[in-house]
Protein backbone atom coordinates (compact mmCIF):
# COMPACT_ATOMS: atom_id res chain seq x y z
CA UNK A 1 0.00 0.00 0.00
CA UNK A 2 1.93 3.24 -1.45
CA UNK A 3 0.55 7.02 -0.53
CA UNK A 4 1.84 10.16 -0.56
CA UNK A 5 1.57 13.37 1.45
CA UNK A 6 2.38 17.10 1.04
CA UNK A 7 4.09 19.33 3.61
CA UNK A 8 6.93 21.90 3.73
CA UNK A 9 10.35 22.65 5.37
CA UNK A 10 12.20 25.25 6.62
CA UNK A 11 15.71 26.63 6.05
CA UNK A 12 16.60 29.66 7.69
CA UNK A 13 13.55 31.85 5.76
CA UNK A 14 13.62 29.89 3.02
CA UNK A 15 10.82 26.99 3.03
CA UNK A 16 10.56 24.03 0.80
CA UNK A 17 8.03 21.52 -0.74
CA UNK A 18 8.52 18.43 1.11
CA UNK A 19 6.77 14.93 -0.70
CA UNK A 20 5.99 12.54 2.35
CA UNK A 21 5.98 8.89 0.34
CA UNK A 22 5.19 6.13 2.49
CA UNK A 23 4.99 2.25 1.25
CA UNK A 24 3.59 -0.26 3.68
CA UNK A 25 4.25 -4.13 2.75
CA UNK A 26 4.16 -7.53 4.34
CA UNK A 27 7.90 -8.21 6.40
CA UNK A 28 9.26 -8.03 9.44
CA UNK A 29 7.28 -5.05 11.61
CA UNK A 30 9.68 -2.19 11.09
CA UNK A 31 8.98 1.54 10.75
CA UNK A 32 11.95 3.49 8.63
CA UNK A 33 12.41 6.83 7.63
CA UNK A 34 14.81 7.82 5.39
CA UNK A 35 15.34 10.98 3.46
CA UNK A 36 18.27 12.89 5.39
CA UNK A 37 16.09 13.40 8.34
CA UNK A 38 17.66 14.55 11.64
CA UNK A 39 17.32 13.00 15.39
CA UNK A 40 13.85 14.66 15.89
CA UNK A 41 11.99 13.33 12.59
CA UNK A 42 13.42 9.70 13.45
CA UNK A 43 12.25 9.74 17.11
CA UNK A 44 8.47 10.44 14.96
CA UNK A 45 7.85 7.05 14.69
CA UNK A 46 7.22 6.69 18.47
CA UNK A 47 5.21 9.90 18.85
CA UNK A 48 2.94 8.59 15.78
CA UNK A 49 2.30 5.19 17.42
CA UNK A 50 1.68 6.43 20.55
CA UNK A 51 -0.87 9.14 18.94
CA UNK A 52 -2.59 6.75 16.63
CA UNK A 53 -3.75 4.28 19.52
CA UNK A 54 -4.56 7.08 21.65
CA UNK A 55 -7.46 7.71 18.98
CA UNK A 56 -7.91 4.12 18.55
CA UNK A 57 -5.95 3.39 15.40
CA UNK A 58 -3.63 0.25 15.70
CA UNK A 59 -0.67 0.54 13.06
CA UNK A 60 -0.54 -3.27 11.35
CA UNK A 61 2.56 -5.17 11.86
CA UNK A 62 3.99 -4.68 9.03
CA UNK A 63 6.90 -3.24 6.80
CA UNK A 64 6.46 0.67 6.78
CA UNK A 65 8.83 2.98 4.71
CA UNK A 66 8.73 6.50 4.80
CA UNK A 67 10.41 8.46 2.11
CA UNK A 68 10.83 12.23 2.74
CA UNK A 69 11.55 13.99 -0.67
CA UNK A 70 13.81 15.59 -1.97
CA UNK A 71 16.04 12.76 -0.30
CA UNK A 72 18.94 15.34 -1.04
CA UNK A 73 17.59 17.65 1.36
CA UNK A 74 18.24 17.94 5.24
CA UNK A 75 15.19 17.72 7.16
CA UNK A 76 15.08 19.05 10.64
CA UNK A 77 12.36 19.67 13.36
CA UNK A 78 9.12 18.32 14.73
CA UNK A 79 6.91 20.16 11.98
CA UNK A 80 6.55 16.37 9.56
CA UNK A 81 4.77 14.43 12.36
CA UNK A 82 1.23 15.03 10.86
CA UNK A 83 1.93 14.67 7.33
CA UNK A 84 3.76 10.96 8.05
CA UNK A 85 0.74 9.89 10.35
CA UNK A 86 -1.93 11.09 7.30
CA UNK A 87 0.23 9.52 4.91
CA UNK A 88 0.43 6.09 7.51
CA UNK A 89 -3.95 6.60 7.45
CA UNK A 90 -4.17 7.08 4.16
CA UNK A 91 -1.85 4.04 2.89
CA UNK A 92 -4.20 1.90 5.76
CA UNK A 93 -7.32 3.01 3.55
CA UNK A 94 -8.59 4.77 6.51
CA UNK A 95 -8.31 8.38 4.38
CA UNK A 96 -9.22 8.17 0.87
CA UNK A 97 -9.73 11.29 0.35
CA UNK A 98 -7.66 13.15 -2.75
CA UNK A 99 -5.04 14.83 -0.80
CA UNK A 100 -3.23 16.56 -3.78
CA UNK A 101 -4.14 20.35 -3.03
CA UNK A 102 -3.42 19.67 0.93
CA UNK A 103 -0.42 20.63 2.94
CA UNK A 104 -0.30 19.53 6.68
CA UNK A 105 2.31 20.71 8.83
CA UNK A 106 2.77 20.49 13.12
CA UNK A 107 3.81 17.84 16.03
CA UNK A 108 1.74 15.25 17.43
CA UNK A 109 2.09 14.22 20.72
CA UNK A 110 1.85 10.66 22.13
CA UNK A 111 -1.77 11.84 23.76
CA UNK A 112 -2.87 12.87 20.26
CA UNK A 113 -2.43 16.26 20.79
CA UNK A 114 -0.87 18.78 17.82
CA UNK A 115 1.62 20.95 18.82
CA UNK A 116 2.65 24.11 17.84
CA UNK A 117 6.07 24.09 15.48
CA UNK A 118 8.25 27.64 14.39
CA UNK A 119 8.52 29.08 11.06
CA UNK A 120 4.64 28.81 9.83
CA UNK A 121 4.19 31.93 8.45
CA UNK A 122 7.14 31.72 5.52
CA UNK A 123 5.43 28.21 5.40
CA UNK A 124 2.31 29.10 4.17
CA UNK A 125 3.38 31.81 1.99
CA UNK A 126 5.45 29.39 0.06
CA UNK A 127 2.54 26.52 -0.01
CA UNK A 128 0.32 29.49 -1.76
CA UNK A 129 3.34 29.43 -4.25
CA UNK A 130 2.78 26.20 -4.68
CA UNK A 131 -0.37 26.60 -5.64
CA UNK A 132 -1.88 24.38 -2.63
CA UNK A 133 -5.14 25.30 -1.90
CA UNK A 134 -5.71 24.06 1.76
CA UNK A 135 -2.91 23.88 5.10
CA UNK A 136 -3.71 21.22 7.83
CA UNK A 137 -1.45 22.53 11.29
CA UNK A 138 -1.46 23.24 14.66
CA UNK A 139 -4.47 25.36 15.71
CA UNK A 140 -2.06 27.37 17.64
CA UNK A 141 -0.22 28.57 14.93
CA UNK A 142 -3.52 28.83 12.56
CA UNK A 143 -3.74 32.44 13.41
CA UNK A 144 -0.25 33.52 12.42
CA UNK A 145 -0.94 30.92 8.99
CA UNK A 146 -3.82 32.83 8.06
CA UNK A 147 -1.59 36.49 7.19
CA UNK A 148 -0.85 34.38 4.02
CA UNK A 149 -3.80 35.25 2.30
CA UNK A 150 -5.44 32.52 -0.72
CA UNK A 151 -5.29 29.39 1.08
CA UNK A 152 -7.48 27.98 3.85
CA UNK A 153 -6.10 27.43 7.28
CA UNK A 154 -7.30 24.74 9.06
CA UNK A 155 -6.54 25.08 12.67
CA UNK A 156 -6.28 20.72 14.11
CA UNK A 157 -6.22 20.51 17.80
CA UNK A 158 -5.80 16.82 18.26
CA UNK A 159 -5.66 13.69 15.92
CA UNK A 160 -9.41 12.37 16.13
CA UNK A 161 -10.74 15.97 14.60
CA UNK A 162 -8.19 15.86 12.34
CA UNK A 163 -9.17 11.90 10.91
CA UNK A 164 -13.07 13.16 11.44
CA UNK A 165 -12.52 15.84 8.77
CA UNK A 166 -10.61 14.02 6.33
CA UNK A 167 -13.22 10.79 6.27
CA UNK A 168 -16.25 13.72 6.05
CA UNK A 169 -17.55 12.88 9.46
CA UNK A 170 -17.20 16.38 11.04
CA UNK A 171 -15.95 18.90 9.30
CA UNK A 172 -13.60 21.63 10.37
CA UNK A 173 -13.97 25.47 9.92
CA UNK A 174 -11.28 27.41 8.06
CA UNK A 175 -9.28 30.18 10.24
CA UNK A 176 -10.70 33.68 9.89
CA UNK A 177 -7.98 35.74 8.24
CA UNK A 178 -5.72 37.77 10.82
CA UNK A 179 -6.55 41.48 9.81
CA UNK A 180 -3.77 43.58 11.24
CA UNK A 181 -4.42 46.66 13.28
CA UNK A 182 -3.29 50.31 12.15
CA UNK A 183 -0.25 51.24 13.63
CA UNK A 184 -0.71 52.70 16.45
CA UNK A 185 1.82 54.63 18.96
CA UNK A 186 0.05 54.20 22.31
CA UNK A 187 2.10 53.30 25.03
CA UNK A 188 5.61 54.27 23.08
CA UNK A 189 7.56 56.17 25.44
CA UNK A 190 7.43 59.96 24.05
CA UNK A 191 10.37 62.11 23.45
CA UNK A 192 8.49 64.70 25.35
CA UNK A 193 9.42 63.24 28.87
CA UNK A 194 12.81 64.13 27.55
CA UNK A 195 14.21 67.58 29.43
CA UNK A 196 16.50 69.37 27.37
CA UNK A 197 19.57 67.81 25.27
CA UNK A 198 17.84 69.60 22.10
CA UNK A 199 20.79 68.67 19.87
CA UNK A 200 20.74 65.10 20.71
CA UNK A 201 16.57 65.16 19.78
CA UNK A 202 17.88 66.81 16.58
CA UNK A 203 20.68 64.64 15.58
CA UNK A 204 17.64 61.29 16.27
CA UNK A 205 15.08 62.87 14.36
CA UNK A 206 17.63 62.94 11.27
CA UNK A 207 18.44 59.28 12.26
CA UNK A 208 15.22 58.75 11.79
CA UNK A 209 14.53 60.74 8.86
CA UNK A 210 17.35 58.63 6.69
CA UNK A 211 16.99 55.70 8.25
CA UNK A 212 21.02 56.52 9.77
CA UNK A 213 23.17 54.60 12.35
CA UNK A 214 23.93 56.95 15.09
CA UNK A 215 26.70 56.98 18.49
CA UNK A 216 25.38 59.11 21.30
CA UNK A 217 29.18 59.82 23.25
CA UNK A 218 28.59 61.46 26.67
CA UNK A 219 28.72 61.19 30.30
CA UNK A 220 26.73 58.84 32.94
CA UNK A 221 23.23 59.96 33.53
CA UNK A 222 22.97 62.49 30.42
CA UNK A 223 20.18 60.35 28.92
CA UNK A 224 21.70 58.39 26.43
CA UNK A 225 19.01 55.29 26.78
CA UNK A 226 16.09 57.51 27.85
CA UNK A 227 16.91 59.36 24.06
CA UNK A 228 17.17 55.94 22.06
CA UNK A 229 14.76 54.31 23.99
CA UNK A 230 11.77 56.98 22.47
CA UNK A 231 13.58 56.59 19.17
CA UNK A 232 10.71 53.77 17.62
CA UNK A 233 7.87 56.82 18.82
CA UNK A 234 9.37 59.04 15.78
CA UNK A 235 9.56 56.18 12.88
CA UNK A 236 7.14 55.71 10.18
CA UNK A 237 4.85 52.66 10.80
CA UNK A 238 5.90 49.45 8.81
CA UNK A 239 4.06 49.07 5.52
CA UNK A 240 2.62 45.47 4.57
CA UNK A 241 5.97 43.74 3.12
CA UNK A 242 8.11 45.14 5.78
CA UNK A 243 5.72 43.57 8.03
CA UNK A 244 5.55 40.50 6.55
CA UNK A 245 9.62 40.62 6.19
CA UNK A 246 9.77 41.14 9.56
CA UNK A 247 6.99 38.30 10.94
CA UNK A 248 8.91 35.86 8.96
CA UNK A 249 11.69 36.42 10.86
CA UNK A 250 10.05 35.93 14.06
CA UNK A 251 7.94 33.35 13.13
CA UNK A 252 11.48 31.43 12.36
CA UNK A 253 12.76 32.31 16.16
CA UNK A 254 9.49 31.28 17.83
CA UNK A 255 8.67 34.54 19.06
CA UNK A 256 5.25 34.95 17.73
CA UNK A 257 2.75 35.86 19.46
CA UNK A 258 -0.71 33.82 18.93
CA UNK A 259 -3.32 36.87 19.21
CA UNK A 260 -1.44 39.73 17.07
CA UNK A 261 0.80 36.97 14.65
CA UNK A 262 1.80 39.84 11.97
CA UNK A 263 4.82 42.51 13.52
CA UNK A 264 3.29 45.69 13.20
CA UNK A 265 5.50 48.00 15.37
CA UNK A 266 9.13 48.41 14.26
CA UNK A 267 11.27 46.10 16.33
CA UNK A 268 13.78 47.26 19.27
CA UNK A 269 16.28 45.21 20.73
CA UNK A 270 18.69 45.69 23.22
CA UNK A 271 21.14 42.89 23.93
CA UNK A 272 23.33 42.95 26.94
CA UNK A 273 26.91 43.81 26.91
CA UNK A 274 26.90 40.11 27.96
CA UNK A 275 25.48 38.42 24.28
CA UNK A 276 27.74 36.49 22.35
CA UNK A 277 28.38 36.81 18.68
CA UNK A 278 26.09 33.98 17.87
CA UNK A 279 23.44 35.74 20.19
CA UNK A 280 24.43 39.10 18.32
CA UNK A 281 24.67 37.64 14.75
CA UNK A 282 22.78 34.37 14.52
CA UNK A 283 24.17 31.05 14.90
CA UNK A 284 23.44 27.49 16.55
CA UNK A 285 23.47 23.81 14.62
CA UNK A 286 21.11 24.88 13.05
CA UNK A 287 21.08 28.62 12.36
CA UNK A 288 18.94 30.68 14.22
CA UNK A 289 18.32 34.62 13.62
CA UNK A 290 20.29 37.01 16.27
CA UNK A 291 19.57 40.47 17.23
CA UNK A 292 20.77 41.98 14.50
CA UNK A 293 17.91 40.04 12.35
CA UNK A 294 15.19 40.52 15.24
CA UNK A 295 15.89 44.06 14.91
CA UNK A 296 15.21 44.02 10.98
CA UNK A 297 13.29 46.85 9.98
CA UNK A 298 14.26 48.73 13.19
CA UNK A 299 16.40 49.79 15.82
CA UNK A 300 19.40 47.84 16.98
CA UNK A 301 20.43 49.57 20.20
CA UNK A 302 24.05 48.74 21.63
CA UNK A 303 24.34 50.03 25.28
CA UNK A 304 27.96 50.47 26.69
CA UNK A 305 29.46 49.88 22.92
CA UNK A 306 32.64 49.28 24.83
CA UNK A 307 31.73 47.05 27.04
CA UNK A 308 30.80 44.49 24.57
CA UNK A 309 33.61 41.82 23.17
CA UNK A 310 35.61 43.03 21.07
CA UNK A 311 34.82 40.33 18.03
CA UNK A 312 31.58 40.65 18.61
CA UNK A 313 31.54 44.80 18.00
CA UNK A 314 33.44 43.90 15.08
CA UNK A 315 30.63 41.27 13.29
CA UNK A 316 28.78 43.91 13.02
CA UNK A 317 31.18 45.64 10.15
CA UNK A 318 29.75 43.06 7.09
CA UNK A 319 25.80 43.27 7.95
CA UNK A 320 25.75 47.09 8.26
CA UNK A 321 26.70 47.31 4.65
CA UNK A 322 25.30 45.04 3.40
CA UNK A 323 22.15 44.67 5.02
CA UNK A 324 21.79 40.95 5.22
CA UNK A 325 24.13 38.40 7.23
CA UNK A 326 24.89 34.54 6.03
CA UNK A 327 25.52 32.13 8.42
CA UNK A 328 27.79 29.31 7.11
CA UNK A 329 27.63 25.99 8.84
CA UNK A 330 28.71 22.44 7.33
CA UNK A 331 25.74 21.48 6.14
CA UNK A 332 25.21 24.86 4.15
CA UNK A 333 24.82 28.73 4.69
CA UNK A 334 21.62 30.79 5.91
CA UNK A 335 21.16 34.02 5.17
CA UNK A 336 18.72 36.34 7.50
CA UNK A 337 18.05 39.99 6.43
CA UNK A 338 19.29 42.90 8.68
CA UNK A 339 18.35 46.28 7.24
CA UNK A 340 18.76 48.34 10.76
CA UNK A 341 19.22 51.28 12.37
CA UNK A 342 22.43 50.79 14.52
CA UNK A 343 22.01 52.95 17.70
CA UNK A 344 25.11 53.06 20.06
CA UNK A 345 25.70 54.76 23.20
CA UNK A 346 28.99 54.83 25.01
CA UNK A 347 31.10 57.05 27.95
CA UNK A 348 34.12 58.90 27.00
CA UNK A 349 35.98 57.16 29.32
CA UNK A 350 35.93 54.57 32.08
CA UNK A 351 35.27 56.36 35.04
CA UNK A 352 32.85 58.42 32.17
CA UNK A 353 33.39 62.33 32.75
CA UNK A 354 36.36 62.94 30.68
CA UNK A 355 35.19 65.98 28.70
CA UNK A 356 32.76 67.03 31.42
CA UNK A 357 32.52 70.57 32.55
CA UNK A 358 32.53 70.35 35.92
CA UNK A 359 33.01 67.05 37.33
CA UNK A 360 36.89 65.61 37.59
CA UNK A 361 37.96 62.37 34.96
CA UNK A 362 39.85 60.15 37.09
CA UNK A 363 40.97 57.89 34.10
CA UNK A 364 44.51 58.13 32.61
CA UNK A 365 45.07 58.97 29.04
CA UNK A 366 46.55 55.67 28.32
CA UNK A 367 42.88 53.95 29.84
CA UNK A 368 40.78 56.62 28.16
CA UNK A 369 42.51 55.25 25.13
CA UNK A 370 41.97 51.64 25.73
CA UNK A 371 38.36 52.27 26.30
CA UNK A 372 37.87 54.20 23.33
CA UNK A 373 39.91 51.94 20.69
CA UNK A 374 37.34 49.19 21.66
CA UNK A 375 34.81 51.02 19.05
CA UNK A 376 37.40 50.21 16.91
CA UNK A 377 38.12 53.17 13.81
CA UNK A 378 36.18 50.45 10.97
CA UNK A 379 32.81 50.18 12.80
CA UNK A 380 32.87 54.10 13.99
CA UNK A 381 32.86 54.60 10.30
CA UNK A 382 29.98 52.65 9.39
CA UNK A 383 28.16 54.94 12.09
CA UNK A 384 26.25 58.00 10.25
CA UNK A 385 25.92 60.27 12.88
CA UNK A 386 28.06 60.96 16.03
CA UNK A 387 26.26 62.72 18.96
CA UNK A 388 27.90 64.23 21.64
CA UNK A 389 25.47 64.41 24.61
CA UNK A 390 25.97 66.78 27.10
CA UNK A 391 25.10 66.66 30.53
CA UNK A 392 21.35 68.14 31.33
CA UNK A 393 21.49 71.46 33.57
CA UNK A 394 19.34 71.85 36.47
CA UNK A 395 17.57 74.52 35.18
CA UNK A 396 16.49 71.82 32.12
CA UNK A 397 15.62 69.17 35.04
CA UNK A 398 13.82 71.67 37.47
CA UNK A 399 11.61 72.96 34.39
CA UNK A 400 7.77 71.89 34.62
CA UNK A 401 7.59 72.43 31.00
CA UNK A 402 7.07 69.17 28.43
CA UNK A 403 9.66 68.78 25.42
CA UNK A 404 8.57 68.77 21.92
CA UNK A 405 6.34 65.37 21.76
CA UNK A 406 6.94 62.52 19.50
CA UNK A 407 4.20 62.84 17.50
CA UNK A 408 5.08 66.42 16.02
CA UNK A 409 9.00 65.09 15.46
CA UNK A 410 7.07 61.96 13.66
CA UNK A 411 5.65 64.45 11.13
CA UNK A 412 8.47 65.90 10.07
CA UNK A 413 10.42 62.63 9.44
CA UNK A 414 7.70 60.67 7.54
CA UNK A 415 7.19 64.07 5.34
CA UNK A 416 11.36 63.50 4.63
CA UNK A 417 10.60 60.07 4.19
CA UNK A 418 7.67 60.34 1.46
CA UNK A 419 10.18 62.68 0.02
CA UNK A 420 13.05 59.78 0.01
CA UNK A 421 9.97 57.32 -1.29
CA UNK A 422 9.09 59.40 -4.63
CA UNK A 423 12.87 59.56 -5.03
CA UNK A 424 13.88 56.09 -4.97
CA UNK A 425 10.88 55.00 -6.90
CA UNK A 426 10.94 51.89 -8.76
CA UNK A 427 14.52 51.17 -6.60
CA UNK A 428 14.79 48.69 -3.83
CA UNK A 429 15.81 51.56 -1.87
CA UNK A 430 13.30 52.77 0.58
CA UNK A 431 15.72 55.54 2.34
CA UNK A 432 18.78 57.89 1.73
CA UNK A 433 21.07 55.75 4.27
CA UNK A 434 20.60 52.49 2.00
CA UNK A 435 21.94 54.37 -0.98
CA UNK A 436 25.16 52.69 -1.53
CA UNK A 437 26.69 54.30 -5.02
CA UNK A 438 25.35 56.48 -7.68
CA UNK A 439 25.08 59.70 -5.20
CA UNK A 440 24.90 62.11 -8.35
CA UNK A 441 22.17 60.14 -9.60
CA UNK A 442 19.91 60.70 -6.69
CA UNK A 443 21.22 63.97 -5.34
CA UNK A 444 21.30 67.84 -7.39
CA UNK A 445 24.74 69.20 -6.63
CA UNK A 446 26.29 71.80 -8.02
CA UNK A 447 29.63 72.56 -8.60
CA UNK A 448 30.06 75.19 -6.47
CA UNK A 449 29.72 72.85 -3.60
CA UNK A 450 31.46 69.83 -4.88
CA UNK A 451 34.82 72.12 -4.33
CA UNK A 452 33.38 73.15 -1.09
CA UNK A 453 33.55 69.62 0.14
CA UNK A 454 36.45 69.01 -2.21
CA UNK A 455 38.30 71.23 0.74
CA UNK A 456 36.27 69.92 3.69
CA UNK A 457 37.38 66.11 2.43
CA UNK A 458 41.00 66.82 2.46
CA UNK A 459 41.14 68.93 5.42
CA UNK A 460 39.40 66.41 8.01
CA UNK A 461 41.51 63.31 5.61
CA UNK A 462 38.09 61.32 4.89
CA UNK A 463 37.55 58.21 3.49
CA UNK A 464 35.53 57.15 0.97
CA UNK A 465 32.92 55.51 3.32
CA UNK A 466 32.71 58.94 5.01
CA UNK A 467 32.16 60.93 2.32
CA UNK A 468 29.62 59.04 0.61
CA UNK A 469 27.63 59.18 4.35
CA UNK A 470 28.52 62.83 4.40
CA UNK A 471 26.41 63.64 1.37
CA UNK A 472 23.57 61.08 2.57
CA UNK A 473 23.41 62.84 5.95
CA UNK A 474 23.12 66.20 4.04
CA UNK A 475 20.21 65.30 1.66
CA UNK A 476 18.59 64.31 5.01
CA UNK A 477 18.87 67.50 6.54
CA UNK A 478 17.64 68.79 3.15
CA UNK A 479 14.50 66.54 3.23
CA UNK A 480 13.21 67.86 6.78
CA UNK A 481 13.67 71.19 5.83
CA UNK A 482 11.87 70.22 2.26
CA UNK A 483 14.87 71.96 0.31
CA UNK A 484 15.08 70.04 -3.24
CA UNK A 485 18.68 71.11 -3.73
CA UNK A 486 21.57 70.24 -1.19
CA UNK A 487 22.96 73.59 -0.07
CA UNK A 488 26.39 74.56 2.17
CA UNK A 489 24.88 75.18 5.40
CA UNK A 490 23.31 71.20 4.99
CA UNK A 491 26.65 69.83 4.04
CA UNK A 492 28.35 72.16 7.42
CA UNK A 493 25.90 70.60 9.37
CA UNK A 494 26.78 67.10 8.42
CA UNK A 495 30.31 67.75 9.03
CA UNK A 496 29.44 68.59 12.87
CA UNK A 497 28.43 64.94 12.64
CA UNK A 498 31.53 63.25 11.95
CA UNK A 499 33.82 65.56 14.31
CA UNK A 500 33.30 63.10 17.77
CA UNK A 501 36.35 60.79 15.95
CA UNK A 502 38.64 63.19 15.42
CA UNK A 503 37.98 64.54 19.52
CA UNK A 504 38.06 61.15 21.52
CA UNK A 505 39.66 58.18 19.21
CA UNK A 506 42.07 60.25 16.84
CA UNK A 507 43.22 62.31 20.08
CA UNK A 508 43.61 59.53 22.23
CA UNK A 509 45.11 57.01 19.26
Known sequence: MFADVKSLGINGLNAFEVDVEIDISRGMPLFSIVGLPDTAIKESRERIRSALKSSGINIPPASIMVNLAPAGTKKSGSMYDMAILVAVIRAMGIVRDNLENSAFIGEVSLGGGVRPVNGILPMAIQAKELGIKEIFLPKENAYEASVAKGVKIYGVENINQLVNHLCGQELMKPQETYLPPEASYD???????????????????????????????????????????????????????????????????????????????????????????????????????????????????????????????????????????????????????????????????????????????????????????????????????????????????????????????????????????KRFKGTDIRCNADLKTNIDEYFRISGELYAKTEEIFNRLNMSARVYQKLWKISRTIADLEGSDDISERHIFQAVQYRSLDRKYWFSKS
Open 187 to 421: GELDFADVKGQYSAKKALEIAAAGGHNALMVGPPGSGKSMLAQRLPSILPPLSFEESLETTNIYSVAGMIDPKTPLVVKRPFRSPHSTASKSSLIGGGNVPHPGEISLAHNGVLFIDEMPEFEHGTLESLRQPLEEGTVTISRVSGNITYPCSIMLIGAMNPCPCGYYGHPSAECRCSDNQISRYISRVSGPLLERIDLHIEVAPVGFSDIASPKKGEPSSAIRERVMRAREIQK
